[in-house]
């Protein structure tokens, strides 16, 4: 059964770091987007970045541009969302998203809780 596991969510002090990890398992990230969403208690799930097939144009969201950084490992069937100077309003689950450009198979992680504490 293809599926994404996500990984890496954590209880993090303000200004903390954590980076998060989104395995592919069951089939390959390849020609797949990748893309990083989170959804705050009582919020709409919200887009944070990311990320072209071949991990050449990347995007973020307003809120965490300059502080979060989206990457991709094809080798390893992987993607990462690298969380540095974390802020309260970072608290949400956070998903990882696949999106297939050729056929547009999608597929969704079942989240990892990040909280941030002041």
């Known amino acids: 059964q293809p599926q994404l596991v996500e990984s890496g969510g954590a209880l993090v002090q303000s200004g903390g770091s954590l980076r998060l990890s989104c395995a592919a398992v069951?089939?390959?990230?390849?020609?797949?987007?990748i893309g990083w969403f989170r959804q705050a208690p009582g919020k709409e799930r919200e887009g944070v970045s990311c990320i072209s097939d071949r991990g050449d144009y990347t995007n973020y969201a307003d809120s965490v541009t300059g502080r979060f950084t989206i990457s991709r490992d094809n080798a390893k069937n992987t993607a990462y969302l690298q969380m540095d100077s974390l802020k309260l309003e970072d608290t949400a689950v956070y998903y990882c998203?696949?999106?297939?450009?050729?056929?547009?198979?999608?597929?969704w992680g079942q989240g990892t809780q990040v909280t941030v504490s002041s």
């Open positions: 069951g089939f390959t990230l390849d020609y797949y987007v």
């Open positions: 998203n696949a999106n297939n450009i050729l056929n547009g198979a999608i597929y």
